[in-house]
């Protein structure tokens, strides 16, 4: 069954540092795509990046960046250059395109706190 | 630019009590999703929609009821409400394929 692991329940981060955020994912499909999602204190859920099986490079977006280890099975959020307001709880979770139903399997989520 | 909005925010219930959560999204989009988001425990799915006049069990789907008449709208109902129903539910739709699903605000329901 498909399943989600993300093993650090909080994290530390100096402001202006890089951190990273780790997620496994268990799967027996070859087409597959990983989500990240940012919650903050305020409770919304706000989509930050994606990456999907096929893809031959790492997905990027401004400061976030996916290290995606197909043979690890690992898809790990990179922030750049941490800023206060990336304080938040961060949600890793997995679609798979073989059932058509679009449906996001999540994991348990990172805390991250960003440090003056 | 509304996306997905649910409503109420908030509510309080007894033990028994019955209501209905709204979820509603002028995308246009086909897939919709209920979920509860407990502490520790990430987002699990309770019902899920993937068209008008569909729906479908998810993970967590004792307790709950959900309709879909009209695409942009997805109900989530508890017929008759019980502690370990207090959670925040979150409602999202999405165009499917590589596309994020987009969240509504949740709604925190506590069960007293």
């Known amino acids: 069954a498909q399943k989600i692991t993300q093993t650090q329940p909080g994290m530390f981060v100096q402001e202006k540092e890089a951190v990273t955020l780790d997620c496994t994912y268990d799967?027996?499909?070859?087409?597959?795509?990983l989500f990240w999602y940012k919650q903050p204190s305020s409770g919304e859920m706000i989509f930050l990046i994606y990456q999907g099986s096929y893809d031959e490079q790492n997905a990027t977006e401004g400061r976030y960046s996916l290290n995606f280890q197909k043979a690890r099975k690992s898809a790990n959020l990179v922030i750049s250059a941490s800023q206060l307001g990336d304080s938040a709880m961060y949600f890793c979770?997995?679609?798979?395109?073989?059932?058509?139903?679009?449906?996001?399997?999540f994991g348990t989520g990172t805390l991250l706190a960003v440090q003056p | 630019n509304a996306g997905v909005t649910q409503t109420p925010k908030f509510r309080v219930l007894k033990t028994g009590q019955s209501m209905t959560l709204l979820c509603a999204q002028d995308?246009?989009?086909?897939?919709m999703y209920w979920y509860r988001q407990d502490p520790g425990m990430g987002l699990r799915l309770i019902h899920y929609?993937?068209?008008?006049?569909?729906?479908a069990k998810g993970e967590v789907p004792d307790g709950y009821n959900v309709s879909r008449l009209k695409k942009q709208n997805f109900l989530l109902g508890l017929e008759s409400a019980a502690p370990s129903q207090t959670s925040v539910y979150f409602c999202?739709?999405?165009?499917?394929?590589?596309?994020?699903?987009?969240f509504g605000d949740g709604t925190r329901l506590s069960i007293l």
């Open positions: 995308m246009n989009h086909e897939y």
């Open positions: 979770a997995m679609r798979e395109y073989g059932g058509a139903t679009n449906k996001l399997i």
């Open positions: 929609s993937v068209g008008e006049g569909t729906t």
């Open positions: 999202a739709a999405t165009l499917g394929g590589n596309q994020p699903q987009h």
């Open positions: 799967t027996s499909d070859q087409s597959y795509g």
